[in-house]
């Protein structure tokens, strides 16, 4: 299994969004970069579902239902989309600020290149996000 981290800003799609929804497709993505980690997501795969903008906070934790297919809102080939269900919501959202400051977490992704939507995560520092939420 591996663990990865999306990125949405709450006010166009938030995890509230995802839970209403039951299981949504992760599109919009533009960034090669993201779109190869959406391309290495398999089913089964942990997702960290992180606020972006003012928020700024890890808030749930959703599961990879379906592998990487054509983005439907582009005919563009080189985009794609995963299904994503959400799993639970953190008891406590983890912030930016306690990423930053927790020694374990200094070589996230999420801190080193900061603007990637979609980022993978090492299984130490997902279980790290979840003591700390707790």
Same mark, same amino acid.
């Given at each position: 299994?591996? =663990?990865?981290?999306?990125?949405? !800003?709450?006010?166009? =799609? ?5 839970? #209403? ?10 960034? $090669? ?5 959406? #391309? ?8 960290? +579902? =992180? ?9 749930? @934790?959703? #599961?990879?239902?379906?592998? =990487? $297919? ?32 927790? !020694?374990?977490?200094?070589?996230? @992704?999420?801190? #080193? @290149? ?11 520092? +997902?279980?790290? @996000? ?5």
């Amino acid at each position: 299994m591996n =663990y990865w981290l999306v990125k949405s !800003e709450p006010n166009a =799609y938030s995890w509230d969004d995802l839970v #209403k929804l039951g299981r949504d497709h992760w599109d919009g993505v533009r960034n $090669y970069a993201a779109r190869n980690h959406m #391309k290495d997501m398999k089913v089964g795969d942990l997702v960290l +579902f =992180y606020h972006s903008v003012n928020e700024k906070a890890v808030v749930g @934790i959703a #599961k990879v239902v379906k592998e =990487y $297919y054509q983005d439907p809102t582009t005919d563009d080939d080189r985009w794609v989309v995963v299904d994503l269900v959400p799993e639970r919501k953190l008891d406590k959202p983890v912030t930016l600020d306690q990423v930053k400051a927790d !020694e374990r977490l200094k070589e996230m @992704i999420l801190i #080193k @290149i900061s603007r990637l939507s979609v980022q993978p995560v090492k299984k130490e520092e +997902f279980d790290i @996000i979840l003591e700390l939420s707790s």
